[in-house]
Structure formats: structure tokens, C-alpha cells
């Protein structure tokens, strides 16, 4: 005989054996109980948890000849053949494939028959999402009215894609994720009936590589068996056969990270690669491990909430408070984002590398969470005094180019011209261009923002309150007075008129605004800075 894949030798065949879904199966053994049986049933969730499994074994139960407590005997003749897949009372179909009008109809011809055995003819619809919108037409009528005999099961991963009148003639029963837990046990008892030796920790980290999917867990589980035919299986040789990262490898990552070495992150990844992991499943990991650091910052006793080993656990909670929580959000966002990306990619290295980077360097994004991280950068830069702080009043403390001294002082500039206001409208992409060399997020507000005239000054009218506020706002870092990005704005003007120019903000209301092109008819007029 053939070998079985593992998550089909140990299919449920009762609905005692379904795992983790006690919600639906009280529910539905109910309904077998006091013969309260619906004619149309949705199934939903992520792969793996039971759907497919569930739905065969209420198709067992309402045609078995001798049900015990709401559940099929599995001894019936109706039972054996539904099990051997040759019984004419349940029709499987795979909607992925056979997602036409015309499979439909077919289904609609094969029910206008009455079983020729049993009480029900059961018609599973797998993945019913992906059917056609004629074919979902052609369902709803047979669906809404069906002969008493016929019963529909639809199970779909993606819900939100089913239409509306389809979903109103259902009893929806919604498979949650199954716990790492309830898996782990699983797997313990199944190699149990294989006679094969496993150690406890082992079992438990293919279940949490599995999310939540029992057959994922099964088939990571046969993966190993495989690699370690006649072995015992390990922790260790479960994370060889996965292509897995151990946490000691994350947490040198981290540091590398968060000391902003960038050569030290590529070495890291160098390393991964090396020793043949998945990269897909290195990011998962990452992430994994980040989340792990701040759920141990966020809970009382993260001994309890994370299922770790001691020595990890140990580590875990070392590396916490290490960083901040803030950049921990971060760092797991830019992870999320390139999960979701690199499953698919041909280059994934490339994309890795790009993400690492990013996250050594705050300034490459403009993002609130890397605004902060970028601050977090200059007060170590301050508090261990690597940074150089200019002599001007003006000057603005920058890690990301040198201090610019070439700035005449304001008391010794000349005043600005009436001219001089529509010469910086039409260079105001230049002008903003250098204010991005300092500021990324000044550069974007300012992209978005009017040069206006009002009584003699360069009024900019921005498009909210909040634009006005990050512009004008002034700050401390490790002690020492910022300069505002609307000062920043007035350097590089200076910088480019070789004068002085006054300067007021306000949000753009959009009443009688002149735009950028208006401000070349201006009359003359005096400019004067206040201070």
C-alpha cells in the first residue's frame, strides 16, 4: 500500500477527534441530536482547521445507519463508502478548478435525484469563493430552496468574497486558529501511534511554526520524520529540516541593528544563508522574536505568556530592555510589510538587505515610528559625545550631513526685496530640495504647501493644523535647543537669496489663496524680519 500523507492517515472520524473547534462540533451534534438539521452550512477560516475534515463527518453523520451521540459509527456501509470516497450521496467539489456556471448546474441536475441510500445527498463546495459570479447566480435559487434530501456545505478562507445572498441562506460557523497547545498535544499523540521518539519542545515549535493549521503542523511534522527516518526527533533537527533561525542568531541581529551597523546586519544574513535557511521563514522568525521582546517589556510575568525554553526565555528577557518598545513597533511593522512582499520575490536577499537597512537607519523613512527612532539615534550620539552642535543660533543638529556654517549671521544680511518673495515661488521645488537635505518630513509638508504674500511677508499656507504645528514646533535633545523645520526653511532661503527674509505660517483655508504662479504679479513692497 501506498504511503499517507500524515494529516490523511489521522483524519478525524469522529467528531470527538476534530481538535480545536468545540463550538461548531457541540453545535452540529446538537442538531443530530433533536433532528434540527439546516440545508445550507458556511464554513469559514484559514486553511488547515477542520473545515474540509468537519464537513465529511456531518455527511457521515446524517446518513449513518447507527450514529452514536450525534457522531457517524464509522462501521455503516454508508459510513465505509462515504470514507473510501465511492458513495453517491456526497458530491466534493473543488471550486478552485471547477468554477464555472456549468459545474454548478451540474450539481443543481445531480440533486433533483433522491439518494438511492441513506436519508441525505450532502454536496461540498470547497474554496466557494472562487466561483464565478454566473455560477453563484445559477447556486442561489437550488440554494435558497432546496429538495429536503439536500444539504449544502460551503467552505471558503476568504468570506468577505462571497456575496451577500449566498451568505443570508447559510448557517455560518466561523474555525478559529487552533491554539499551540491543542496542536502541540496532537502531534505528541500521533507520534505516540507511530512509535516514533520526540522531544516535547520539538513538537511544540512546528506548532507554533504552523499558525494555527493543524494539517500545516502534520505536514511539517512528516517533513522531519522524513529527514530523520528511524531518529529520534529533536529540537535541533526540527529547526535544520525547517530552515529555521535559533533566538541567539536574532538577538546578535538586533544589536547589530540597533548600534546601526549595517555591515554587522549583512554578516548576520551572510551567515543565515550560509547555513541553507528559508528566508521567508527567517523574516517570519524575526518578527516572531521582536514580538516575543515586547510582550516580555508589556506583561507582568512574561515567563507565563511566551512559550519559550528556559535558556531562550532567559535571553528574551535580557534583550528587552535593551530597546524600546517604540522601536520594537517598528522594526515589526517594516518586517510585516516585507513578509508580504517576499513570499513571492525572485530577489528575496535584495529585499531583506533593503528592510535591514531601513531599519539601521531611521532616516530613510519619514514615518512617526522613525521619527522617534531617529531621535533615540541623536540622543546616544549626545549622551556619549559624537555629535558636533553648530555655533549659529540657526544651525541644526544633523546626523545626516555635516553642520552647514556658511550662513551669514541675521543681524549683518540684507533685507529681503519685493522681488526676492517671487523669486523663491519659482524655485520653491529647489528651495524645498535642500530644506529635504536636513528634514525629509519638512521637505514633504513644504511639497504640499502655497507660497503666499501678506503684508510684506512670505506667508506659507499649509494644508492643516498639524503640518503648521511640526513646522513651527521647536524641541530639546539631550539638552540642547532645536532649531524649528520652519527656521530650517528660513536658513536655506538665506542660503539662496544671500538676504534675509520674514517669514509667518498659516493653514490654507482655500479662501482667495494666490498660488505658486499668482505670486509673480506681487507689487513692490518692504520685507522686514522679526525675531
Excluded at 467539489?93 to 456549468?102: F, G, I, Q, T
Excluded at 492643516?464 to 524641541?475: G, H, P, Q
Excluded at 527674509?501 to 522679526?530: H, P, Y
Amino acid at each position: 500500500m501506498s504511503y499517507l500523507a500524515l494529516y490523511r492517515k489521522y483524519r478525524p472520524q469522529s467528531f470527538d477527534e476534530v481538535r480545536g473547534q468545540d463550538h461548531i462540533v457541540t453545535t452540529l451534534k446538537n442538531q443530530m441530536k433533536t433532528g434540527r438539521i439546516g440545508h445550507a452550512y458556511l464554513f469559514c477560516g484559514t486553511r488547515g482547521t477542520g473545515k474540509t475534515s468537519v464537513a465529511k463527518l456531518f455527511a457521515k453523520a446524517v446518513n449513518c445507519e447507527a450514529p452514536i451521540d450525534g457522531s457517524p459509527c464509522g462501521k455503516c456501509s454508508i459510513c465505509k463508502s462515504i470514507d473510501s470516497s465511492v458513495s453517491m450521496n456526497v458530491t466534493e467539489l473543488d471550486a478552485a478548478s471547477n468554477n464555472s456556471v456549468e459545474n454548478i448546474r451540474d450539481i443543481i441536475e445531480n440533486a433533483k435525484y433522491s439518494p438511492t441510500e441513506g436519508k441525505y445527498k450532502v454536496f461540498i463546495i470547497d474554496e466557494v469563493h472562487m466561483l464565478s459570479t454566473s455560477a453563484f447566480n445559477a447556486l442561489l435559487k437550488t440554494l435558497e430552496e432546496p429538495p429536503g434530501y439536500v444539504i449544502f456545505i460551503l467552505a471558503t478562507t476568504e468570506v468577505h468574497k462571497i456575496p451577500i445572498t449566498i451568505l443570508s441562506r447559510c448557517q455560518r460557523y466561523d474555525f478559529k486558529r487552533i491554539t499551540s497547545d491543542t496542536i502541540a498535544a496532537c502531534l505528541s499523540d500521533l507520534m505516540k501511534s507511530e512509535g516514533i521518539e520526540t522531544e516535547e519542545k520539538a513538537m511544540r515549535y512546528i506548532a507554533r511554526a504552523a499558525d494555527g493549521s493543524m494539517r500545516d503542523a502534520q505536514s511539517l511534522l512528516d517533513q522531519c520524520i522524513a529527514f530523520y527516518i528511524g531518529q529520534k526527533l529533536t529540537y535541533d533537527k526540527v529547526l535544520e529540516v525547517l530552515g529555521s533561525v535559533d533566538v541567539d542568531v536574532f538577538a546578535r541581529l538586533l544589536r547589530h541593528i540597533i548600534a546601526g551597523q549595517a555591515e554587522g546586519c549583512m554578516s548576520v544574513l551572510d551567515e543565515v544563508l550560509a547555513t541553507g535557511r528559508e528566508l521567508t521563514q527567517f523574516v517570519n522568525d524575526f518578527a516572531g522574536y521582536l514580538r516575543n521582546l515586547l510582550l516580555a517589556q508589556s506583561v507582568d510575568d512574561p515567563y507565563e505568556v511566551l512559550e519559550l525554553s528556559k535558556e531562550n526565555m532567559e535571553l528574551i528577557v535580557h534583550e528587552a530592555k535593551t530597546v524600546k518598545p517604540e522601536t520594537i513597533i517598528r522594526y515589526i511593522s517594516i518586517l510585516s510589510e516585507l513578509s508580504n512582499r517576499i513570499r513571492y520575490a525572485s530577489q528575496k536577499r535584495l529585499l531583506i538587505e533593503v528592510e535591514l537597512i531601513k531599519m539601521v537607519r531611521p532616516e530613510t523613512e519619514t514615518n512617526y515610528e522613525a521619527i522617534l527612532d531617529r531621535i533615540r539615534v541623536l540622543e546616544e550620539k549626545l549622551e556619549h559625545g559624537i555629535i558636533t552642535v553648530g555655533n549659529s543660533q540657526n544651525d541644526a543638529v544633523n546626523d545626516e550631513a555635516p553642520v552647514q556654517d556658511d550662513l551669514p549671521d541675521a543681524e549683518t544680511m540684507a533685507k529681503a526685496l519685493p522681488e526676492d518673495i517671487r523669486n523663491v515661488a519659482e524655485n520653491w521645488n529647489l528651495i524645498t530640495g535642500k530644506v529635504g537635505g536636513r528634514d525629509k518630513l519638512a521637505a514633504t509638508m513644504l511639497s504640499d504647501a502655497i507660497p503666499n504674500e501678506e503684508s510684506g511677508k512670505l506667508k506659507i499656507l499649509f494644508k492643516d493644523s498639524l503640518d503648521v504645528m511640526t513646522m513651527t514646533d521647536k524641541a530639546e535633545i539631550g539638552g540642547v535647543a532645536q532649531p524649528s523645520r520652519i527656521d530650517i526653511l528660513h536658513d536655506e532661503i538665506a542660503r539662496f537669496l544671500g538676504r534675509d527674509m520674514e517669514i509667518s505660517v498659516a493653514v490654507n483655508d482655500g479662501s482667495n489663496v494666490a498660488r505658486k504662479k499668482d505670486i509673480r504679479k506681487l507689487v513692490k513692497f518692504n520685507i522686514k524680519r522679526t525675531d
